[in-house]
């Protein structure tokens, strides 16, 4: 039973032949090795043919997923185990199938009984099994050996070889025998952290050579196992006067079998490096289209072909320095910590490359509805954007069920030497807000600030056809990693260019009446000049402003020289890294236990808080409590644009002497060596979540703490009475403008003041009429809690 064709399985369970027998040594070893958890758990059983191992399973407690491509096996199953319980018979083919009608919370044991060697794409079929793997579940892999199988059925075992690279990864493995089958039980993720590897000491000449990147109908990459233990793009070194291009096709018939044509392979990138003391340069061949059946022509230099998810290559052991250095020259970031290299991307029409699993559409479709019944994507250009753009191509890094969260969760793509992110593929429903905010038409052309491919993709498709985005970002490796995946997936309607987004689009990128919008994607502290001077008039600007270290996604809208604001929404972005860049400035205290943050603008005075923080803490109830889940957001925007001296009181450890929790922050002013910070406390409890409240309370230190705490209580009260409502959607938001730095208070309307070094920002909150230029003097601050003037 050799079979490899899913007809000829269906015909072998039609004719009423059967499979091998459980034995009772392999049922006596899952007994033991693998009980059910207390309680019950639930198994996997992956080419069950007719059901006897899954009711097997069944027996040991376990609730089991029995799944088989072929649909005559699960008839039979499911008649022949009729009486069994607590079995799902799933028609499915673990290998090309969406995995849609799995277990959604995992499993605690899997078993492969007896179909491992018949998989064409054994490693990601396995890497896709142990991501499914609860907690201490178990991967069990039950096979004939070649040692004790007939040649000609050599294709339903493995061999030494094969098995030990089944093993690779997992952290712990066991092997028993069980009537002359290999019984492996594998524990843990199998995660392999990939190395890039050189096959042997070089010697001789430079060489050239051509490796062809070929991906299959999912988006898959094609790479071959080595008998070296390492993984290799298919291709090789050059012949006389051939051309990369031909070499890399020749290279893929001959060690895969698949045939491609030369006018269908296309030279991305050129890569100059060595090996030890010899040269080497690399041409990154990509293959937009194949044909053929893949095999293993040579069978003395690689084990197997296969195909593999992109984002599993972080963690699948050695790879072939240059063909790991050319997966990341196509796909950059899939693989970290690789060495350097010369880089050289050559300017060439490629066709995009199409390829995505059915998996990915249904996640793509899922996540649009979820953002759509959230009510942030309102207009259907939008909604039909992120039911139609590939996300997880813009992210390869990421699993599909990643790239496709509909959560809060960002998918961060770059990290700082100190780990913190600075590029990210948004949440998809602060995209779809900020794409809805710009209130584009068709035929528009947008600026935007902050590169990544996927964010300028969804608008290139909301003004279509007649319409373009320039994206700029002031990090080349971003640049060259949004080009190639707007090259692979893109509309052609992207152009990005590598410069200081603060400084705006190139002139000549720039239409002669100004953008028709321009989001910006990354944290800013102050608002460029060059954004509103590029945009036309009426134009929207929608960009995520740090305002007192509380980021909101703020949809403006030019009117001459000002920009007033139109729209709201809580969100936080990755930092800027332009000439925009700030560092905030921050004060120690009690030897770094605590923090003090003046996000606003220039630190205050520090003289006497250590010792007014050893005195006594006095503190002011607001009267003003809230439940579970309730926002607060307006809370602290209000408090961090009305009060004077604004800061943010960071506690590095538990002290007992703020009472702020470890690692958290807390809105605060300081003045004349004293302090005050909103917290809040614990009123009445619950079992329930509706049964809990807390109280906002202020704590303060120093001779003027008492006045601080008096101040920052009026600011609470006057929030719950002019911006609070019932509903956390409805709370009021101030009216914002922003003018060009340098306009004189008079010319500005009444409102409190926050200066920036490029504008000057007024807020007009409910309940506050009057004019407050900040910043405020401290014999001012009672009056300007409270709103008199």
């Known amino acids: 039973m050799t079979y490899i064709a899913r007809d000829q399985w269906e015909q072998h369970y039609s004719d009423g032949k059967g499979f091998r027998q459980v034995g009772v040594g392999e049922r006596e070893l899952l007994a033991e090795h693998t009980p059910a958890p207390d309680g019950g758990g639930w198994a996997l059983d992956v080419g069950c043919g007719t059901g006897e191992m899954a009711a097997c399973l069944a027996s040991l407690g376990y609730t089991v997923d029995a799944c088989d491509f072929a649909e005559s096996a699960i008839d039979r199953a499911r ?115 990939t190395r890039a590897v050189e096959r042997r000491p070089a010697s001789g000449p430079a060489a050239t050579a051509a490796l062809a990147v070929v991906t299959d109908e999912a988006g898959r990459v094609l ?138 559409v249904r996640l793509r479709q899922a996540m649009a509805e979820t953002v759509i019944d959230g009510g942030w994507a309102r207009s259907e250009p939008v909604r039909d954007a992120l039911r139609t753009v590939p996300r997880h191509r813009f992210a390869p890094e990421a699993n599909l069920a990643v790239a496709y969260d509909s959560g809060d969760r960002a998918v961060v793509t770059r990290r700082d030497e100190t780990g913190a992110a600075i590029s990210s593929v948004s949440a998809a429903w602060l995209q779809a807000d900020m794409v809805e905010s710009l209130c584009l038409t068709p035929g528009a052309i947008v600026f935007e600030a902050g590169s990544g491919g996927y964010n300028a993709e969804l608008i290139a498709h909301v003004v279509g056809p007649g319409g373009r985005v320039v994206t700029v970002d002031i990090d080349p490796w971003v640049v060259r990693r949004t080009r190639r995946f707007l090259t692979k997936a893109g509309s052609g309607r992207v152009t990005a260019v590598e410069a200081d987004a603060a400084l705006g689009a190139p002139a000549h990128l720039v239409p002669r009446a100004g953008f028709d919008g321009s989001v910006i994607t990354y944290n800013c502290w102050d608002i460029s000049p060059a954004w509103r001077e590029q945009l036309v008039e009426g134009g929207r600007l929608v960009l995520p402003l740090e305002i007192g270290g509380y980021t909101r996604a703020i949809a403006f809208e030019r009117r001459g020289q000002v920009l007033e604001a139109r729209h709201f929404t809580h969100c936080g972005f990755v930092r800027d890294q332009g000439r925009q860049a700030r560092a905030i400035p921050v004060i120690g205290l009690l030897d770094g236990e605590l923090t003090l943050r003046f996000e606003n603008g220039d630190a205050a005075s520090a003289v006497g808080l250590e010792e007014a923080l050893r005195g006594p803490r006095h503190e002011v109830a607001t009267g003003i409590t809230m439940g579970a889940g309730v926002y607060f957001g307006s809370l602290q925007l209000y408090a961090a644009t009305t009060l004077p001296a604004f800061c943010r009181l960071h506690a590095h450890q538990a002290t007992g002497v703020t009472a702020i929790a470890k690692d958290r922050d807390a809105p605060a002013v300081v003045g004349d060596a004293s302090l005050a910070y909103l917290t809040h406390v614990q009123t009445r409890h619950g079992e329930r979540p509706e049964d809990k409240e807390w109280e906002w309370v202020v704590h303060a230190f120093g001779e003027r703490g008492s006045q601080l705490a008096e101040q920052f209580a009026a600011t609470v009260r006057a929030w719950d009475r002019h911006v609070r409502t019932d509903d956390n959607d409805e709370h009021a938001d101030p009216v914002l403008t922003v003018h060009p730095a340098g306009t004189p208070d008079h010319l500005l309307p009444a409102g409190d003041v926050l200066d920036k070094e490029h504008s000057r920002l007024v807020f007009r909150w409910p309940g506050r009429n009057g004019h407050f230029p900040a910043p405020a003097r401290h014999t001012d601050t009672i009056a300007a809690a409270t709103g008199a003037a």
């Open 223 to 360: 790479l071959g196992r080595s008998h070296r233990g390492m993984w290799q793009l298919p291709g090789g070194k050059t012949r006389g006067p051939e051309s990369f291009e031909a070499a890399a096709v020749r290279g893929l018939a001959e060690e895969t079998g698949l045939a491609a044509a030369v006018e269908n392979a296309y030279v991305v990138t050129m890569l100059a490096d060595a090996a030890g003391e010899v040269p080497r340069l690399t041409a990154v061949v990509r293959i937009t289209t194949w044909s053929g059946t893949l095999c293993s022509p040579e069978p003395d230099r690689f084990a197997r072909w296969e195909f593999l998810d992109l984002h599993t290559l972080a963690c699948v052991g050695d790879v072939f320095v240059p063909a790991a250095l050319a997966l990341d020259a196509v796909w950059p970031g899939v693989i970290p910590g690789l060495p350097p290299v010369a880089s050289y991307p050559i300017a060439v029409e490629q066709p995009p490359v199409p390829g995505e699993p059915a998996e990915a």
């Open 79 to 193: 008649e022949e185990h009729a009486g069994v319980t607590g079995v799902r018979w799933l028609h499915l083919d673990i290998e090309r199938d969406d995995p849609a009608p799995l277990h959604e919370d995992g499993y605690d044991l899997v078993v492969l009984r007896l179909v491992y060697p018949f998989f064409a794409d054994r490693t990601r079929i396995l890497h896709g099994l142990g991501e499914r793997l609860r907690p201490g579940g178990a991967l069990v892999v039950i096979t004939p050996v070649a040692a004790h199988t007939p040649e000609e059925r050599r294709g339903i075992a493995l061999d030494e070889e094969e098995i030990g690279l089944l093993t690779v990864g997992w952290e712990r493995t066991e092997r028993f025998d069980a009537d002359q089958l290999a019984v492996l039980i594998l524990r843990g993720p199998c995660h392999a952290k």
